[in-house]
């Protein structure tokens, strides 16, 4: 998680600090049985909120969050991780397009006892990549999916 992280902040916008990406991923990393708990995940979605680029707004940010939260058994639901896509996508830079965000929740919805596989996270990866903004290359993403 904190390579993700690392590589994710190896971006050319300024949208998310390195700083912020860590704790992000630090706080994601305390879970229970591999499932980021309700409090983590509110934790992550504040910090990726302080960046310098406003990509993405705090509000749409701790929607997502919250929503995720909505969970069963600790796991984000199929229509949670969709709203949580289509919120994200509210954003003013161009950077992920409400079409590849909503992709990348149904992918990532395909899981199995409730966690997201690693296929799933690939896709997940290679579809975010498909960007117009140069927030997160496509490599990176990758990365972040292997790694995760």
């Known amino acids: 998680m904190v390579l993700l992280a690392l590589k994710s902040a190896q971006h050319d916008g300024g949208v998310v600090s390195s700083q912020d990406m860590v704790v992000l991923a630090l706080k994601s990393a305390q879970h229970d049985g591999g499932v980021v708990s309700l409090q983590d995940m509110v934790l992550l979605a504040l910090k990726s909120v302080q960046h ?6 705090s509000q749409d940010m701790v929607v997502l ?32 397009s ?3 965000m ?19 996270m690939v896709v997940l990866a290679l579809k975010s990549g498909q960007y117009y903004g140069g ?8 990365l972040l999916a292997l790694r995760s």
Request: hydrophobic share 40%; charged share 15%; proline share 1%.
């Open 52 to 57: 310098d680029g406003g990509v993405v707004s």
């Open 65 to 96: 969050a919250l929503k995720s939260a909505q969970h069963d058994g600790g796991v984000a639901s199929s229509q949670n991780m969709v709203v949580l896509a289509l919120k994200s996508a509210q954003h003013d830079g161009g950077v992920a």
């Open 98 to 100: 409400s079409q590849n």
């Open 102 to 120: 909503v992709v990348l929740a149904l992918k990532s919805a395909q899981r199995d006892r409730g966690v997201v596989s690693s296929q799933d």
């Open 135 to 142: 927030v997160v290359s496509p490599h990176d993403m990758v």
